[in-house]
């Protein structure tokens, strides 16, 4: 009996707390969606606030500046955990994973049921801060103290920046008990034949970001902690000896701000490989599924993965250049940062190679992996920009980095989990999303990113700083300064809104394809990889019977026709 | 620093403000040198992109050899970033491994929620003593100057940056409550400037203005509510206008 068809005899409440991996899995999107919904939602308001300010929203009356920066923590918080970490890794890893190794479920289900509980607990509670006196923390996702640490230092800086606390602990706890069953998962839940070099890449990027996931989020849970008791125990970890905020004067002991910030960017800059390497994956792995030939290099794929999160471990200095920092710490950073491009540039000429010449079939997942690659080149080629320290104290925290970040992470990043919602969607419920709607939405959201975000590298240059809440009514020169980006702020107002509206395209297949989509006949891909074997496969995956025989993407071309090994087939290259 | 012909003046100029410090014309030209070496890669990745997509399907026969598709162009990325790495670094050391010229123009900035406060040493060219006990803004007092040290008694404080063209300043940044970010984008200049007030880890940058002429000094750092109204007038004086200015601020505050 498989797990899924053992869950619909089970009654209401036991159902309510299953371990089945691929419900949790399912539950996991599900919480993402939501976050996604919120987020994109809350850039929109960001956005009209930006180019409108004075405008009244309904509902909720004028926007003043402490609800635009709680708008800034919240979007970024709900896109960076609650969106990019969590739907990759924990939605689409629990979901895919097991199936993709040939194991029947997640090495610890009850640690996966409880990884659950613990992800909606605190989206719950980072929403609810927002409804706390004083509003939700207006410190940004990366949460500086002192600003972070005193609850006088704004409003939201009280009850809902301890909220705020408290939800990326326990969502940092909840990507913990994630990580550590994708990685026990992945070692020791293979099954025969599926050797370490016969893993599809995107097992590669699970292995790689739920190592990353362990090292970096430890260290983030460590200085929550410590932050939290500089709030409410008197400690000094981040707070310096004579700080004054608003009338408040520290003076019980002497701390450093600058702590904080290598212990968050210890966490912060591997996070957003955590976010973006199961993308890569599965790019890789599409490009060559629908080229019908080898993805090129694979050993190099492989090795470029690890290095990509072994550099990206030793990079955090890189968002410090001008916080404080020695300058020759600065020169350090600056090298290995621009490592980072050497793994990142060998991964593209890979997917320019596996493409070449291929005549792929465009299918929606396709189109997604295609449009990754063109976002990971474009948001990656100004990564070495701002790597470089004298360049980054022109161009820090201006629109530049906004442009870079939301290109290479966010847009690239939200289009794996396109790829991988069109590609896996027959897995789901065992129909295809419909191709055309499919299509329109992949052209209208591709040009409207691109739309959005390039113009921000031209504010950025032109100066414009970030977090500001409002680019007119300024004064001093910052008027004369910032006037002319009003134009761009503006276009990029209206290229967002065509953003998000694209996406509803993307909803409506989903509802509509959820019912009446064409049922998806078996392997509708032609993939090699294991989730798409036959059922037979899928249920005795584990049983002595089943076998992998060679690596995925094994595709031939005879003089007459073009076939396709899959992983779990017997048979031998009749070439 | 050999000087690279980057058709920068003709199409690329226009996008950042313009500039008014010593180091700032060597800056842009890097930055215009990474726009165009990063427009180049862009286009060229994409292109090859494009037209592997679109040339005929070839299947079969020799797989391409990765030393050429792969090894090769990855060893002319790695000469291409060493470069530019060691062109940035050539720069960022040439205004931050050394100190500030001991003639330099010293001046504090001391960044709060929500405003900037600048410095002056007086003719003493030391600062006073400051405390956060005795900092007051009603009275006058935004900074804590403490009374009874006499070398603050000739300090003076200014809501505007105000300096001389082409010599150097040596700016101490200070913040007394939270982070704050100094930036002037026509200095091509930011630094954090971060409370720890008092234990002599000020932070200092030194840099020459030389276009006199009104500048936005911003904060670009979060730093509350009032984040994006922290803004300020930076005046570049002539030489002797500057002395006048000083001058007259001195003859006022000194007791």
């Known amino acids: ?105 997640m090495a610890f289900p009850l640690l996966n049921a409880l990884g659950f509980w613990l992800y909606l607990l605190a989206f719950l509670v980072l929403l609810s801060s927002s409804f706390v006196a004083g509003g939700a923390a207006i410190s940004g996702w990366t949460a500086y103290p002192p600003l972070s640490a005193i609850a006088a230092a704004g409003p939201g800086q009280g009850l809902g920046m301890d909220l705020w606390l408290f939800s990326i602990l326990l969502f940092g706890l909840a990507s913990i008990l994630t990580a550590m069953n994708l990685l026990a998962t992945i070692v020791a839940y293979r099954c025969p034949g599926m050797t370490w070099e016969r893993l599809p890449l995107t097992v590669w990027a699970w292995f790689t970001a739920a190592i990353l996931t362990i090292i970096a989020f430890s260290v983030l849970l460590a200085a929550i902690i410590l932050l939290y008791l500089d709030r409410h125990s008197g400690t000094s970890f981040f707070l310096p000896l004579g700080d004054l905020v608003n009338g408040t004067l520290h003076t019980s002991g002497n701390g450093s701000p600058l702590l904080w910030l290598h212990l968050f960017w210890f966490f912060g800059h591997p996070e957003v490989y955590i976010a973006i390497l199961p993308g890569m994956g599965l790019t890789s792995m599409l490009l060559g599924n629908f080229a019908r030939r080898k993805i090129f290099g694979y050993r190099v794929m492989i090795a ?136 329109w939405h992949f052209w209208l959201t591709f040009v409207s990113a691109y739309m959005t975000f390039l113009p921000m590298h031209l504010a950025g240059l032109e100066g414009a700083p970030r977090h500001y809440a409002q680019f007119d009514g300024l004064h001093n020169a910052a008027a004369v300064l ?6 761009l702020q503006r276009h990029i107002t209206y290229a967002a809104f065509l953003l998000a509206a694209s996406q509803s395209l993307f909803l409506i297949n989903l509802a509509v394809s959820l019912r009446r989509g064409i049922l998806a006949p078996e392997n509708p891909w032609a993939a090699t990889t294991l989730e798409w074997g036959p059922s037979e496969v899928q249920d005795s995956a584990s049983g002595e019977h089943f076998q992998v025989h060679r690596g995925p993407c094994h595709y031939f071309h005879s003089p007459h026709a073009e076939g396709f090994l899959p992983q779990w087939a017997q048979e031998s290259n009749p070439e | 620093m050999t000087p690279l012909n980057i058709p920068s003046t003709s199409l690329l100029s226009w996008l950042l403000p313009r500039d008014a410090s010593a180091h700032g014309p060597a800056l842009d030209q890097h930055v215009y040198l990474n726009l165009w070496i990063a427009l180049a890669l862009l286009a060229s990745a994409h292109l090859i992109g494009i037209l592997g997509l679109f040339l005929q399907r070839k299947s079969g026969g020799k797989p391409h050899s990765q030393g050429l598709v792969e090894y090769l162009p990855l060893a002319a990325v790695t000469l291409l970033f060493l470069f530019l790495t060691l062109r940035a670094e050539r720069l960022w ?70 300096l001389p063209a082409d010599r150097e300043v040596d700016l101490r940044l200070h913040a007394q409550d939270v982070i704050h970010g100094f930036a002037v984008p026509a200095l091509r200049l930011k630094q954090n400037a971060v409370p720890n007030s008092g234990h002599g880890q000020d932070i200092h940058i030194h840099f020459t203005p030389t276009v006199p002429g009104t500048y936005a000094i911003l904060c670009t750092q979060l730093c509350g509510l009032g984040h994006f109204r922290m803004t300020a007038n930076l005046r570049i004086l002539p030489t002797a206008a500057f002395a006048t200015w000083r001058a007259d601020h001195e003859r006022a505050s000194t007791p």
């Open chain 1, 1 to 105: 009996m498989t797990p899924a068809t053992s869950l619909q005899h089970r009654p209401g409440v036991r159902s309510l707390f299953t371990t089945d991996h691929r419900v949790l899995g399912i539950r996991y999107l599900l919480l993402s969606l939501a976050a996604v919904a919120a987020g994109t939602l809350m850039s929109l308001a960001m956005r009209i606030h930006l180019v409108w300010p004075d405008r009244v929203f309904p509902f909720f009356g004028p926007v003043k500046p402490e609800d635009y920066l709680a708008l800034v923590t919240l979007h970024g918080t709900l896109m960076l955990f609650f969106v990019m970490t969590l739907a990759p890794q924990a939605g689409f890893g629990s979901l895919i994973l097991p199936l993709q190794i040939g194991a029947r479920r």
């Open chain 1, 304 to 439: 470029t993965t690890l290095l990509i999160g072994f550099l990206g471990i030793l990079v955090w200095g890189h968002h410090m250049f001008v916080a404080g920092l020695n300058p020759f710490a600065g020169t350090a950073f600056s090298i290995s940062t621009m490592a980072i491009a050497l793994p990142s540039a060998a991964k593209v000429f890979s997917w320019l190679a596996t493409i070449w010449r291929a005549r792929p079939a465009y299918t929606t997942p396709m189109l997604f992996a295609l449009g990754f690659v063109s976002l990971f080149i474009t948001g990656g080629l100004s990564g070495p920009i701002l790597a470089q320290p004298i360049l980054d104290q022109y161009l820090n925290n201006t629109y530049f980095v906004v442009a870079h970040f939301h290109l290479i992470m966010a847009m690239a990043g939200i289009f794996g989990l396109f790829a991988a919602t069109y590609y896996w969607f027959p897995l789901l419920c065992g129909r295809l999303m419909n191709e055309s709607l499919g299509r």
């Open chain 1, 482 to 487: 910032l006037a002319p980006t009003l134009l």
């Open chain 2, 93 to 162: 050391a040439a205004t931050r491994y050394t100190g500030p010229d001991l003639s330099a123009l010293q001046v504090e900035a001391t960044g709060m929620q929500f405003a900037w406060y600048f410095r002056y040493p007086g003719p003493d060219a030391a600062f006073g003593q400051t405390r956060p006990g005795l900092i007051a803004p009603g009275e006058g007092n935004p900074l804590g100057l403490d009374p009874a040290d006499p070398r603050g008694s000739d300090d003076f404080v200014t809501s505007e940056l105000v």
